[in-house]
């Protein structure tokens, strides 16, 4: 089945600095790939996602890319802030989209230095 | 409009006790998802079902049990609770129209 490995599980960075989170899976047969951030003691919340017909997509600060040949993907934060310390995790499906089988990375605790 | 309602918030239990986690959700969403969250290991797939009547295993099934007899209902059971199963769980709930999962609160359950 498809494993999903996330690094690196802690990160910190002063304010206004970059911030990127990488993810590897195993299952070439994957082709969704969505960010969830958690803040502390609530739920995990979609922040972006990105198909595997697309390489780049972006958000505001936040970006996602995607290398299908290496299978790996990465969330990429910009002009970081204080609201955006908390976990983030990655997770990979197949299908056309999200069919409720979602396997996610391990998790990275971002803390944003003020 | 509530989204995804998970019920209880807290749970305490004794070794071989069994008790069900309930979750509902009121957008008519076709797939239904349980995960565990553990400190270091991310949210783990426990079991999903693309609908009514429609269950299936996901990366760790064992000492849990699953049922989908409506759209709106996905409730987990565990038979006999292990101080294993002592994790924070989430049910998610998503429909092919779209691409997000809807997390419920979460029930912390606690096997002593």
């Known amino acids: 089945g498809e494993n999903v490995e996330q690094h690196p599980s802690t990160l910190s960075v002063q304010e206004g600095d970059s911030a990127v989170i990488k993810c590897t899976y195993s299952d070439s047969a994957s082709n969704y790939f969505p960010w969830y951030k958690q803040e502390l003691g609530k739920r995990p919340q979609l922040i972006i996602d990105?198909?595997?017909?697309?390489g780049e997509k972006k958000d505001q600060r936040i970006a996602v890319t995607l290398n299908k040949t290496a299978k790996h993907f990465s969330l990429h934060i910009t002009e970081t802030q204080p609201e955006d310390s908390a976990v983030y995790f990655c997770a990979a499906s197949k299908g056309s989209g999200n069919t409720g089988k979602l396997i996610f990375g391990q998790g990275t605790t971002l803390q944003v230095k003020p | 409009n509530a989204g995804v309602t998970q019920t209880p918030k807290f749970q305490v239990l004794k070794t071989g006790q069994s008790m069900t986690l309930q979750c509902a959700q009121d957008m008519n969403h076709e797939y239904m998802s349980w995960y565990r969250q553990d400190p270091g290991m991310g949210l783990r797939l426990i079991h999903y079902s693309v609908g009514a009547g429609i269950t299936d295993q996901g990366e760790v099934p064992n000492g849990y049990n699953v049922s989908r007899s409506t759209t709106e209902d996905f409730p987990l059971r565990l038979l006999s609770a292990a101080p294993s199963q002592t994790s924070v769980y989430f049910c998610?709930?998503?429909?092919?129209?779209?691409?997000?999962?809807?997390f419920g609160q979460g029930t912390r359950l606690t096997v002593v």
């Open positions: 998610a709930s998503s429909t092919q129209g779209s691409t997000e999962a809807f």
């Open positions: 990105i198909r595997s017909n697309v």
